[in-house]
């Protein structure tokens, strides 16, 4: 129950509420029968001691912090609703000020969500990248499927050149010592790749098979952190030199590689394929800078709090992105020479962007007054349902129906603002014309009719 809410805080409240006797006397049976099983008192057998008798041992309150994490939760959010609140972390700086049989009264602060203003969200400009495929462009998109289906072949009779593909035997020393990681027999390295640290693939050029010889270099400063900026010697032992024989370009290879009968429908299909993934890059370029701008426009504090838990679902998800892969997340930071706690902070102004889009669709959305029925709601489940291949009730069981109203409230706001968005430099969207009175003769109604849009204007609509 709330007997108070105070705002103590630009973006805190400071909760006065109350369990009653009745619920923390439940709460306290709970907790018994919870931890009865753990305790031994004598002349009863392990879990069977009465409630009464525990007490009497262990002291009336023996229950009591068990009992106040039980009923808490259902107190705390009935207090939240009733105060009017959206908190947005959880409660902190408990102070209880009575708890026993006559139930408990405490004290608590929330932090909550800030209250924003945003102007100027209609009419943000962004520059476009331009989509259009030269035919540079798709002549190498042809030239890697031609390196896709080469043959390797072995060479003879010549040294090392770039693009070759050595065979080598290596092994790493720093300080005279090897290290971990830097030994490998008979690898195969392509020259030219930069898959190897700076400098060592050009070393390896001009060299013959059986030379035996000493690669040295520097290791980048943000290598691992026991190898960074250190100087190395990698012994190395050439086996052997192949190379890439790459099939020519005609009718033949294309109907072997492809649905296509003719070279000159490869490469329409290659300028089409090209042309539609730079119209989705420059879509979300676009997009992208329009809501840079957008959060920038938010006037507020932003409770740290917000920031920090977007953080932490972004440090998640990229942790289930890479276990997923069978690499173990630490071993991968490890690898980059990098720590949870600096991969926070590298995400921090990216997570207080996030969060003031957020705020900004949350905002416009009343401004806008926009509205979600129940109907949208419904057909977004199905949605949902279909997508992911699951009955509809086990979708709303996964995700609540006012998660999905959310959501598609944030949609209906960015509509607003992209629909708004013009390109640099482009005529700015003119606001429709109210209706004109009517006029009595022919000639008025002329004078008052729209002239028509100029074509500039009419391309950036649509």
Same mark, same amino acid.
Do not use: W
């Given at each position: ?40 008192? !004598? ?43 959206? !908190? ?259 995400? #921090? ?6 969060? #003031? ?81 009517? #006029? ?13 849009? !100029? ?8």
């Amino acid at each position: 129950m709330l007997k108070s809410a105070e705002k103590t805080g630009t973006n805190e409240f400071t909760l006065a509420l109350s369990i009653s006797a009745e619920d923390f006397e439940k709460a306290i049976n709970k907790a018994y029968n919870k931890e009865k099983g753990n305790i031994q008192i !004598p002349g009863f057998r392990k879990g069977k001691a009465p409630r009464a008798i525990i007490e009497k041992r262990y002291g009336e309150g023996v229950f009591y912090d068990d009992a106040l994490e039980i009923a808490f939760p259902a107190a705390y959010e009935a207090a939240v609703e009733e105060a009017g609140i959206e !908190p947005v972390d959880n409660p902190f700086d408990f102070d209880i000020k009575e708890i026993g049989k006559n139930g408990v009264e405490l004290v608590c602060k929330v932090t909550v969500k800030p209250e924003i203003t945003i102007e100027g969200y209609k009419g943000l400009t962004a520059t476009r990248i331009p989509t259009e495929v030269t035919d540079e462009e798709v002549e190498a998109d042809l030239q890697k499927k031609l390196e896709q289906n080469a043959r390797i072949v072995p060479v003879e009779g010549r040294a090392v050149e770039n693009g070759d593909i050595a065979v080598i035997d290596f092994e790493g020393f720093v300080d005279g010592e090897a290290f971990d990681g830097g030994k490998a027999e008979e690898y195969e390295l392509e020259i030219g790749s930069g898959s190897f640290i700076p400098g060592f693939e050009d070393q390896i050029i001009g060299h013959n098979v059986g030379e035996e010889f000493d690669v040295n270099v520097n290791f980048p400063e943000e290598y691992a952190e026991n190898l960074a900026g250190k100087a190395a010697t990698f012994k190395i032992k050439l086996h052997a030199i192949k190379a890439k024989e790459l099939p020519v370009a005609d009718d033949e290879f294309v109907k072997d590689i492809s649905e296509f009968d003719t070279l000159d429908e490869l490469k329409a299909d290659i300028r089409k394929t090209l042309e539609e993934q730079k119209k989705t890059a420059s879509d979300r370029s676009f997009d992208n800078e329009i809501f840079d701008k957008l959060a920038d426009l938010v006037v507020g504090e932003i409770p740290e709090a917000m920031i920090n838990r977007t953080v932490e679902n972004m440090i998640s998800e990229f942790k289930y992105n890479v276990e997923s892969q069978g690499i173990p997340f630490e071993q991968y930071l490890g690898y980059l020479g990098m720590s949870v706690e600096s991969i926070k902070e590298t995400y #921090k102004e990216r997570a207080e962007k996030e969060v #003031k889009i957020e705020l900004a669709l949350e905002k416009i959305a009343v401004l806008e007054g926009i509205e979600v029925t129940d109907e949208e709601v419904e057909a977004e489940f199905t949605s949902m349902s279909e997508k992911y291949g699951v009955d509809i009730e086990t979708v709303k069981k996964a995700v609540m129906a006012e998660t999905v109203k959310k959501e598609l409230m944030a949609r209906k706001a960015t509509q607003v603002v992209t629909e708004n968005a013009t390109e640099e430099g482009a005529p700015k969207k003119k606001a429709a014309k109210k209706p004109a009175a009517k #006029k009595t003769t022919k000639k008025k109604a002329a004078e008052e009719a729209p002239a028509e849009a !100029p074509a500039e204007e009419a391309a950036a609509q649509e």
